[in-house]
């Protein structure tokens, strides 16, 4: 049985931080990537960043957090971050892990919701102005 489990959201004042856990369980994930999305009210979900369990050189971010967010891992303790730094107002979301299949992942398809099998129960995000 995979479970994903995030943890770490919460409410910040605009330019405040929080960091974001994903812990896994279940079958090896070396041969997969992880990626965190995010879902606001009354919009689709959207990619934010990717890594896989395996290198560091195809860490994926969404223009939207460039330079604001650090995803990273801790393959010991089977757990995938999510830094967020500078946190702004549009940043308010509910925030999902998911694993995505390398074979998907490195030919470019971390982008997309479909490509990932297996998702988390959210954790809420919410920034204040």
């Known amino acids: 049985q995979v479970q994903l489990v995030e943890s770490g959201g919460g409410l910040v004042q605009a330019g405040g931080s929080l960091r974001l856990s994903c812990v896994t369980s279940?079958?090896?994930?070396?041969?997969?990537?992880m990626g965190w999305f995010r879902q606001a009210p009354g919009k689709e979900r959207e990619f934010v960043a990717a890594?896989?369990?395996?290198?560091?050189?195809?860490?994926h971010y969404a223009d939207s957090v460039k330079g604001r967010f650090t995803i990273s891992r801790d393959n010991a303790k089977n757990t995938v971050y999510l830094q967020m730094n500078s946190l702004k107002p549009d940043d308010t979301a509910v925030y999902y892990c998911a694993s995505c299949p390398l074979s998907l992942y490195y030919r470019s398809n971390y982008y997309y919701t479909s490509s990932y099998d297996y998702w988390g129960q959210g954790t809420q995000v919410t920034v204040s102005s």
């Open positions: 890594i896989p369990w395996s290198d560091y050189g195809n860490i």
């Open positions: 279940g079958p090896t994930f070396t041969s997969y990537a």
